[in-house]
C-alpha cells in the first residue's frame, strides 16, 4: 500500500511540472546587434557588390528562453534571385550569387528562427553597396560632325558627353583626347565640348576628314581591394565642309598642239581643262586667249578648246605659244579668281609616207645574192644593192635599220637613217654561214620610224644562197669501237663496222676508210662501207692472241681524215680436250700420302680450261679416291696399312690401277684417259733433312736429281776458285828471289795491308763463295769518260792502253784474284797464324814492294 501511494504521488508531480512547463513555453528571438555587426538578424547589412561568390558574409545569431536548441532558415520573395544561403545549425550565410549594384542595390530577405515549437521569421533589407566597376558609357554614339574649312581657331564645335552607373567618385567623369601631333582640336576635360585649337586652321583641300579619339575617363575607385580608374574611348569623325578659297589650276600642263599640212579652218588643235581649287563646291569656269593667238586661232569659253581658223598655208610662224586664261565665275556670273598657262602649238608635216627599200631598178622587197661559205668576219657582202628613204621631212623622216635572223651572224650599217641612205651589209659570224646547217640564210630588213606616233615601218626579205666548200673533215661515230669475234671463224668474217660522217656535200662528203696498225694485217676494211673483216686467210686462236687493236682511217676526196681505234677481243671456244703428259703413268703412294696426275688444256679461258678429274674404272675397285679439282688420287680412308692392302690383293703384289678421266667445262665438253699404275707402299721412318727431301721429292725424282747437281757444282767450282787463287800467289811468288828478299817487320800500330780482290769474296762460311762478273765491270769503266786515274791501289792492274784495242774487238779483262778467308773461330786456327805471322808479313811485304814497282812501270807507259 505504501509503494502505491509513493508511485501516485509520484505520477502526480510530473503531471503537475509538465503542466506548468505548458503554460511557460515562450518563441526563441534574434539579436539585433545593429547594421554594423556581422551577426544577428541581418537587419540593414550593407555586403560589397565585389564580393567573391562562396564567401562567408554574416551569422544569424538568436536564443530561445528556455535555451532549447535553434535553427535557422532564409527565404527569398517568389521569383526573386537567390543570393545567399544559410547553414541550419550554426547560421552562417555564405553568398551563392554575383552581386551588381548597378542592377540591384537592395536585397529584400526573410531569416527565420524556431526552437522546434515555435517559429519566429524577420523581414530585413541588405544592401549592396557600390565599387567602381563599370566604365564610362559615351551618349548619342557615333560622333559625326560637318565644319567649314573656314572655322575660326578656338570655336566650339561640339560636345561630347559620357555617363558612369557607379557611385561616388567612380561615377564622375572627365574628357581628354588621345595624343596626337597633327591634330588640330583639344577638348575641355569638364564639359566635354571640343573646339578648334587656338592657332589651327582647317584645309579642306589638304584634310577633307579629321578623326579626333576622345577618351572619358571616370575618379576611380576600390574594387576587389585595388584602387582602379576605368575609361572608355570615341572616335569623332570631323568633315571640314569646302569654302571658296583657292583659285583654278590648268590640268595635264605642259599643253603642246601640231597644225598638220592637211589641217583646214575649224580644226581642232588643243583642249585645255582647267578645276577649281575648291573641290569640295566647285564654281564652273570661263576660258579665254589673252595673248600669243595672232588671229589664226580661237577658244570656246566654256570647254577650252582651241581651233584653226585659218589654212595651215597662210600661217607666218611655225611655232606659237598661246596664253590661256581659266576664271572662275561667281554667283553673279562674275569672274573670280583665275590661272593663266601656256599652249605651244608647233607647224608640222604630216607623216604621211612609210620608208621605203629601192633596187638598182626601183622600189623592192626582196633582195637575193649568192656566195660561198664562211666568208671572213668583217666582208662586206657586195651583191647587195639596196637603197632606203622616207619621203616626210624632219623627224618624220627617221627611222631606224635592223636585221633580223639568226643572231649576231651579219650586221647592217647604218642603224639610224634620216631621209635616205645606202645600205651594207656586213659579216659578223662567219661560223654562222654555214652550209652544213643550211644552204640558205633568210633575215628580214626592218625600217622602223623612231619619234612618230604612226611608227611606220617597212620590211625587206634578205636571202644568201651558200655555195659549199670543203671545210669538214670525217668524224667517227665514235673515238673506239671494240669488237668480239670468236676464234676459229673462217676468213671474211664479220667483226665490227665503224662510221665517219662528212657533211660536206659532193665528192667531199664521200669517205673512204682504210686500215693500219699493228695487229691489222689479219683484218681487213670495206673502203666504202667500213665493214672490217677477217682476212680470208685469216684464223683466228684465242690460245695463241686473244687481243687486237689497230686503227681505222676515214678521208674524204681532198685528203682530210681523222682516225678511231678498234679493239678486237677474240673470244675462246672450247677446240682443245685435256691431255695427260703420259697415257700410262706410274706411280708409288705411300699408305695416307695422296698421289697427284695432272692434265693440261690448252684452250684460253674459263670454264674451257678447268679441268675436272673423275675415276672411270679401278682394279680393284672402290679402293681410290680422287679430288676433282686438284687430280689428287688417294685410298679410301678405311685402308689405313699393308695389312689391308694384302689382303685386298690377296697377293704380296701391291700394284694397283686407275683409269683417270680429265673433262674440261666447255661446251661441247672435251674429255681424256689415262692409266695410272699405283705402287702402294708403307712409310720407311727416315731422319734428317736429307730424307726429309727425298720424302718430299718421291714422286718428283727430277727435282731430286737437279739439287744434287746444283750440289756437285758448287763443291766443284769452289774448288777450281780456290786452286786459281793458290796457283797465282804461288807464281808471283817464285819471281821474287831469295836474294832480293826484304824481311820488313810491320809496326804494331799500323793496319796489315790486306789484298782487295773484286772476284772472289770469302765472307762467312754459309755463302762460302761471292762470284762476280770481272767483264761487266771493265766494261763499264771503258765505257765511262777517261779521266786521270788516281793512284793505283795494289794489286788492281791498269785497264790496256786503248791503242791496242781494236773497234769492233771485244774488251777481255786481266783475271785477278784476291780473297779474305774467313775463320770459324777454332782455338787451332788461331795457334796456327800466330805460328805463321813473322813468315806471312815478310812475305805480304816484299810482294807488295814488288808489285807497286811494277804497276807504277805500266801506268808510266799506259799514259
Keep these: 500500500m505504501k509503494k502505491e501511494k509513493k508511485t501516485h504521488a509520484l505520477l502526480f508531480l510530473l503531471m503537475l511540472h509538465f503542466t506548468s512547463a505548458r503554460q511557460s513555453d515562450y518563441a526563441p528571438y534574434f539579436y539585433d546587434n545593429g547594421p554594423s555587426s556581422t551577426n544577428g538578424n541581418m537587419a540593414l547589412f550593407s555586403i560589397s557588390e565585389d564580393t ?27 521569383g ?16 551563392i550569387q554575383e552581386l551588381d549594384r548597378e542592377k540591384q542595390d537592395e536585397i529584400s530577405v526573410h531569416v527565420s528562427i524556431t526552437d522546434g515549437r515555435n517559429k519566429v521569421v524577420e523581414t530585413v533589407r541588405v544592401f549592396v553597396t557600390d565599387t567602381n566597376d563599370e ?83 571616370d575618379g576611380g575607385g576600390k574594387y576587389k581591394g585595388k584602387h582602379q580608374v576605368l575609361t572608355s574611348t570615341a572616335t569623332v569623325t570631323i568633315n571640314v565642309i569646302d569654302s571658296q578659297d583657292m583659285p583654278p589650276y590648268f590640268v595635264g600642263t605642259p599643253y603642246f598642239g601640231y597644225i598638220y599640212e592637211v589641217s583646214v579652218p575649224g580644226s581642232e588643235i588643243y583642249t585645255v581643262y582647267a578645276k577649281d581649287g575648291d573641290q569640295g563646291n566647285p564654281n564652273p569656269i570661263h576660258y579665254s586667249i589673252i595673248n600669243g593667238s595672232d588671229g589664226v586661232f580661237d577658244i570656246n569659253s566654256t570647254s577650252g578648246c582651241i581651233t584653226l581658223t585659218t589654212f595651215p598655208s597662210l600661217l607666218k610662224n611655225e611655232l ?138 617597212a620590211t625587206a626579205d634578205i636571202v644568201i644562197n651558200l655555195l659549199d666548200t670543203n671545210d669538214n673533215i670525217p668524224k667517227f661515230t665514235s673515238e673506239y669501237y671494240i669488237a668480239r669475234v670468236p676464234e676459229n671463224s673462217p676468213g671474211g668474217s664479220s667483226v665490227s663496222s665503224v662510221t665517219a660522217n662528212d657533211p660536206d656535200s659532193g665528192s667531199w662528203g664521200e669517205v673512204k676508210y682504210t686500215i693500219y696498225g699493228s695487229g691489222s694485217d689479219l683484218f681487213s676494211i670495206n673502203a666504202s662501207s667500213g665493214l672490217i673483216t677477217t682476212q680470208p686467210w685469216t684464223s683466228l686462236d684465242a690460245e695463241v692472241r686473244s687481243k687486237y ?13 681523222s682516225l678511231a681505234e678498234v679493239f678486237v677481243t677474240v673470244t675462246d671456244m672450247n677446240d682443245h680436250a685435256p691431255e695427260f703428259d703420259e697415257v700410262l703413268v706410274e706411280k708409288t703412294m705411300i699408305i695416307g700420302t695422296p698421289v ?6 690448252e684452250d684460253a679461258e674459263s670454264p674451257n680450261n678447268v679441268i675436272e678429274y673423275s675415276i672411270m674404272t679401278a682394279d680393284p675397285d672402290n679402293a681410290f679416291d680422287i679430288n676433282a679439282d686438284t687430280g689428287e688420287i688417294k685410298l679410301k680412308p678405311y685402308i689405313k696399312s ?23 667445262r666447255g661446251s661441247p665438253s672435251f674429255s681424256t684417259t689415262a692409266v695410272v699404275n699405283i705402287d702402294i707402299t708403307e712409310a720407311t721412318p727416315l731422319k734428317g733433312p736429307m730424307a726429309a727431301f727425298l720424302m718430299k721429292s718421291r714422286d718428283n725424282p727430277l727435282k731430286a736429281l737437279g739439287m744434287v747437281t746444283f750440289i756437285i757444282s758448287v763443291l766443284v767450282g769452289g774448288t777450281v776458285l780456290i786452286s786459281t787463287a793458290m796457283y797465282m800467289r804461288n807464281s808471283k811468288s817464285n819471281r821474287i828471289m831469295p836474294a832480293r828478299r826484304i824481311i820488313k817487320r810491320r809496326p804494331r800500330d799500323q793496319q796489315p795491308w790486306t789484298f782487295k ?107
Design 52 to 78: 567573391p561568390v562562396g564567401t562567408q558574409i554574416y551569422v544569424l545569431n538568436g536564443t530561445d528562453p528556455e535555451e532549447d536548441p535553434v535553427r535557422y532558415g532564409l527565404a527569398f520573395e517568389k
Design 80 to 95: 526573386s534571385t537567390e543570393y545567399f544561403r544559410v547553414d541550419p545549425k550554426s547560421g552562417n550565410v555564405t553568398l
Design 135 to 217: 566604365p564610362p558609357e559615351f551618349l548619342n554614339l557615333p560622333f559625326i560632325i560637318d565644319i567649314p574649312e573656314d572655322t575660326a581657331p578656338g570655336s566650339s564645335i561640339y560636345r561630347v558627353q559620357a555617363v558612369d552607373k557607379d557611385m561616388g567618385s567612380g561615377g564622375s567623369v572627365s574628357y581628354y583626347l588621345q595624343t596626337s601631333p597633327f591634330t588640330k582640336f583639344t577638348i575641355d576635360g569638364h564639359s566635354g565640348i571640343l573646339r578648334v585649337k587656338p592657332g589651327e586652321t582647317l584645309d579642306f583641300e589638304t584634310t577633307p576628314t579629321h578623326f579626333v579619339t576622345v577618351v572619358a575617363k
Design 320 to 457: 606659237y605659244e598661246i596664253k590661256v586664261k581659266a576664271s572662275e565665275i561667281g554667283p553673279n556670273n562674275e569672274l573670280q579668281d583665275y590661272d593663266v598657262t601656256t599652249v605651244t602649238v608647233r607647224v608640222v608635216d604630216l607623216n604621211n609616207h612609210p620608208p621605203t627599200f629601192y633596187g638598182e631598178n626601183g622600189p623592192q622587197n626582196k633582195f637575193e645574192v649568192t656566195m660561198y661559205e664562211h666568208p671572213p668576219a668583217g666582208e662586206i657582202l657586195r651583191g647587195f644593192k639596196i637603197t632606203v628613204n622616207d619621203s616626210d621631212q624632219g623627224a618624220n623622216a627617221k627611222f631606224k635599220l635592223r636585221l633580223v635572223g639568226p643572231s649576231r651572224v651579219l650586221r647592217v650599217v647604218p642603224q639610224t637613217v634620216l631621209n635616205e641612205a645606202q645600205v651594207t651589209i656586213i659579216v659578223e659570224d662567219t661560223s654562222g654561214i654555214d652550209y652544213e646547217k643550211g644552204p640558205t640564210l633568210s633575215f628580214k630588213l626592218l625600217a622602223v620610224e623612231i619619234d612618230t606616233p604612226e611608227r611606220f615601218s
Design 549 to 561: 687493236n689497230f686503227y681505222v682511217k676515214a678521208e674524204d676526196s681532198e685528203g682530210k681524215y
Design 596 to 601: 697427284k696426275i695432272e692434265a693440261v688444256d
Design 642 to 664: 699393308m695389312e689391308i692392302v694384302q689382303n685386298i690383293t690377296k697377293q704380296k703384289d701391291c700394284k694397283w690401277s686407275v683409269v683417270v678421266e680429265a673433262r674440261d
Design 757 to 863: 780482290i773484286p772476284v772472289i769474296k770469302f765472307t762467312n762460311p754459309g755463302e762460302k763463295f761471292l762470284i762476280t762478273n770481272p767483264e761487266s765491270s771493265l766494261q763499264q769503266e771503258t765505257g765511262s769518260p777517261r779521266l786521270k786515274p788516281p793512284p793505283p791501289i795494289a794489286p788492281c792492274l791498269p785497264p790496256p792502253p786503248p791503242s791496242n784495242v781494236r773497234p769492233n774487238e771485244r774488251l777481255r779483262a786481266v783475271p785477278t784474284i784476291s780473297g779474305a778467308l774467313a775463320s770459324k773461330g777454332s782455338k787451332k786456327a788461331k795457334s796456327s797464324r800466330r805460328k805463321e805471322g813473322n813468315i806471312s808479313s815478310a812475305l805480304v811485304s816484299e810482294l807488295k814492294m814488288k808489285l807497286e814497282q811494277k804497276i807504277h812501270e805500266n801506268n808510266q807507259g799506259y799514259y
